[in-house]
């Protein structure tokens, strides 16, 4: 355990390190040449017009599915209001009101945010696809704190994070968050890795690796694969899902994904597939959503035999909300 507890951290800190110090030279264009050197910088032109059309294609994507690394990321002042009802076979109907806001000061650059989150503060696997929300103990949790954007850039973000979890006291917590882009035609990689601490659970980290390509016109597709460890956790704890996403209009989307969650301790095993397919819809202008996910999940507790499950969600953005428009 502290064997894997360092190597945990290590690699946590290694990514925030060369997140931090990397040279942003592949984030400049080429200066215009002659010669072989003029073709070479015409190559680039294009190679990083089409990079940027698919980094945007996917965020726009994220941003009207309200992924939570947009709200994560977001620089504005944002607040997500999500009422849900979920009712599977077998199972109680789970009602569940989720708030997640970020307070940006302007006055520091935005570098320095204040947020309130219902969801989990080293939560960066975007649930929005995922399968039957069960309620934890966590998730009735109330996490408040600050956090301090330590670097940006268009193809990498580092920061930190410092708070308190409010379940039957407080809880002090702290967290340190890299994110890179890595543009290889036709696809998108971006990873994501936080090391967390919780005083009530110790150290634990989080590695996220995304794929993302645009198909053809407004299909998109995204290969989602996170992995957590912490000290109270049982083992890895593994999620990989496999997304597709079509914009109809203006005002609809759809999606479909296909994921498997399980985890490492005292064996491996997996603990659940599922198949979501979401349909959603801009009510009024860019902040009020309404969202249909019905979809099969097949949990180890059943045999793995297939359940039927549906999910209606309704979310309001308050604050900035020009970040939600397309």
Known sequence: MIIQRGISVWLGISFFISAVYHVEGSDRERPAGTGM???ESELDYYHNAISLHVVQFANRLDEFFADDRILEESDETLVKVTSSVNITEGRNPTFRISLR???ALPHLENRLQIFVDSLGADRDLSED???TPETTEEDKSLFTGMRFMARETRRSRVSLDGGLRWRGGPVPFARIRGRRNFVMDPWLMRITQSVFWFEDRGFGE??????DRWMHENLFFRSSSSATWSE???GVEFDQKLSLFQSVTYSKAVGISINALGHTHPSTVIDEYGLI???RQRMHRDWLFVEAAPGLIFPRDENYEATPTATLSIEAFFGNTKNLER
Request: proline share 0%; glycine share 4%; charged share 25%.
């Open 37 to 39: 050197n003029a073709i």
């Open 101 to 103: 806001g970020r307070l």
């Open 129 to 131: 696809l995922s399968t």
């Open 206 to 211: 989080t590695t996220r690796v995304d794929f």
């Open 232 to 234: 109270a956790s049982d």
């Open 277 to 279: 397919w979401r349909y």
